[in-house]
T-cell receptor
Framework: GAGVSQTPSNKVTEKGKYVELRCDPI?????LYWYRQSLGQGPEFLIY????????DSGLPNDRFFAVRPEGSVSTLKIQRTERGDSAVYLC?????????????FGPGTRLTVL | DQQVKQNSPSLSVQEGRISILNCDYT??????FLWYKKYPAEGPTFLIS?????DKNEDGRFTVFLNKSAKHLSLHIVPSQPGDSAVYFC???????????FGPGTSLSVIP
């Protein structure tokens, strides 16, 4: 069965450019999460969707970061005016619901490098 | 301020011996704790969890112990196998939906 997929696997961009990172969750999973993982750190929560709506976006570092999930399935994380400090692995995870006992299934991540 | 701490960045264990990975947390509102395992170039995969109403949960070679008064949990792997070599993340969340907070991870190497 298909797991969580993320595209691209690697993205190299120049400072100031705009990037979009895509996440395809497991079919039927209503909860979707974005995390950012910097070197030597654990995943850091960015935003959580329940269905189409962002239920918690408190982890987005600033207004250059935005995420959408228009049909309750695929999600796109958008970063404007990228900075070198945005370089990290961006992880997406999905879960059947948002219940606290639900396991989150992670994708392989997108490694973003801002030059 | 890190709410979930894993103070050992790395750990080496001989194959067949016990691996003990430790985790401390500061937020007393955490009610559910998870361990994830991560291989290079892959996303973390769920390993085992424990609710705050329990002090132990066992699944095969993996056992998680929770000491709420000390705000400490540990993951025991016995016997350790070379395939267990990976980064292990401790994570925690509150009772109702709340964001999952991850620790920085411990890199485990199991030496054949």
């Amino acid at each position: 069965g298909a797991g969580v997929s993320q595209t691209p696997s690697n993205k190299v961009t120049e400072k100031g450019k705009y990037v979009e990172l895509r996440c395809d969750p497991i079919s039927g999973h209503t909860a979707l999460y974005w995390y950012r993982q910097s070197l030597g750190q654990g995943p850091e929560f960015l935003i959580y969707f329940q269905g189409t709506g962002a239920a918690d976006d408190s982890g987005l570092p600033n207004d250059r970061f935005f995420a959408v999930r228009p049909e309750g399935s695929v999600s796109t994380l958008k970063i404007q005016r990228t900075e070198r400090g945005d370089s990290a692995v961006y992880l997406c995870a999905s879960a059947p619901t948002s219940a606290s006992t639900d396991t989150q299934y992670f994708g392989p991540g997108t490694r973003l490098t801002v030059l | 301020d890190q709410q979930v701490k894993q103070n050992s960045p790395s750990l080496s264990v001989q194959e067949g011996r016990i691996s003990i990975l430790n985790c401390d947390y500061t937020n007393s509102m955490f009610d559910y704790f998870l361990w994830y395992k991560k291989y290079p170039a892959e996303g973390p995969t769920f390993l085992i969890s424990i609710s705050s109403i329990k002090d132990k949960n066992e699944d095969g070679r993996f056992t998680v112990f929770l000491n709420k008064s000390a705000k400490h949990l540990s993951l025991h792997i016995v016997p350790s196998q070379p395939g267990d070599s990976a980064v292990y993340f401790c994570a925690a969340r509150g009772t109702s939906y709340d964001k999952v907070i991850f620790g920085p991870g411990t890199s485990l190497s199991v030496i054949p």
